[in-house]
């Protein structure tokens, strides 16, 4: 009886703590609900440079929303004169100079930046700095902020097995485009050789090369012409330099 009598004295008091605590749980429980819906609704822009699938020496640029929530309003600070490949400019690359609207959760955007052949010594020097802003779709006014230290010297010795599984593709696709075809007409094509069989092989190699570089951005390919112009002047040069010893043997006898 003696509990009784105190809980009935005491119930005011009981009931004033149960409150408390009940208001102190469902606060607790409002607060995690918020950072829960915040964590869900706020983005994360990273920003990185990534070597191409295809062709590893081609650096690119990857803008990346690594949240879970819309990035708005991206605007981007670097120096938009400075020239990884020496000729072009940051501010040609678009995004960088006008920003982005909208990225979605998961969204990249990738950007051929420089071809590191001949000129990775010099671009580890000059690391690239890039400072994003941004908002969220549940704060408009709150600008998010990060800073990115970007060094061409990361990926120095990487390599790949095999090749892009996108090139695979492409190559299974053609393989299967040859087989429909020869059974859509129930024989292959005679191959007739109008010219001799050493330089079909050659006008083959040739033509495969060909396909071989235009897989490449613009610049690679004026890089590998020159080279290749270099390699034949120097070529011709020592034939040229062959001939005119044999002359000189020749008269000299």
């Known amino acids: ?3 009784i009598d105190w809980l009935n004295t005491n119930s005011g008091v009981i009931i004033g703590i149960a409150t408390v605590v009940l208001v102190g749980i469902t606060g607790i429980y409002v607060y995690l609900t918020w950072r829960l819906l915040k ?15 295809a062709h590893i020496h081609c650096v690119m640029l990857c803008i990346e929303n690594i949240g879970r929530g819309a990035a708005r309003d991206i605007q981007f600070q670097t120096d938009l004169s400075f020239k990884p490949d020496g000729e072009r400019a940051l501010e040609e690359v678009g995004f960088l100079k006008n920003g982005i609207d909208y990225l979605g959760p998961k969204e990249k955007i990738e950007h051929f930046l420089v071809s590191v052949i001949g000129k990775l010594d010099k671009l580890k020097e000059t690391p690239l700095e890039i400072g994003v802003t941004y908002t969220d779709s549940v704060d408009l ?12 010297g990361e990926d120095e010795g990487f390599a790949t097995i095999g090749r892009s599984p996108l090139f695979e593709i492409a190559k299974a696709t053609q393989e ?12 292959h094509k005679p191959i007739i050789l109008t010219e001799p069989l050493s330089k079909h092989h050659l006008g083959s190699h040739v033509n495969a090369l060909e396909i071989r570089v235009d897989q490449f951005p613009h ?8 080279e290749l112009d270099a390699v034949v002047s120097k070529r011709e040069q020592e034939i040229q330099e062959k001939e005119r010893n044999q002359k000189t043997e020749t008269v000299s006898n």
């Open 176 to 187: 299967i485009q040859k087989d429909l075809r020869h059974v859509t007409t129930g024989f």
């Open 141 to 152: 006014k709150r600008r998010h902020k990060r800073a990115f230290r970007l060094d061409f």
């Open 1 to 3: 009886m003696g509990i």
């Open 39 to 53: 964590a869900n609704n706020t983005p994360e822009i990273a920003i990185s440079l990534r070597p191409h699938e």
């Open 219 to 226: 610049e690679i390919q004026q890089e590998i012409l020159q």
